[in-house]
């Protein structure tokens, strides 16, 4: 029962950090169109998480944690739009470096993760299940 007990452990664990980088995720999408108000103000800055392994002391487990949220440095992409109140000299606007479609991948990958994690909670329910029940 204790191995039954440790995957649980492992998965939720991997369930937290999926459920993180999701809502990281979510963040990079709801701002892909922010940007700067004034010429040179920084549109938003993608952010980017980072996990790693980490002892659980109290089960004996390595198990994955969330080891911080960073911003992406790369740069940010211009649009011309002279219009707009950020626009430069050029006329060109400082656009978030935010990918929606790399965004939509990590996501879907993300939920995969998070589902297998929660499949292998059910699985590790249904053998500790079947092995009370072997034992009456």
Known sequence: MDDLKSVTRIAVAGMKVQAERLRVI?????????VGQRPGETPYRRKLITFEDAMDREMGLRSVHVRGVTEDMSPFPKRLDPSHPAADADGYVMMPNVDPLVEMMDMREAQRSYEANMST???AREMAKRTLEMLK
């Open 26 to 34: 979510s963040q990079n999408l709801a701002n892909a169109d922010s």
């Open 121 to 123: 909670i059910s699985v």
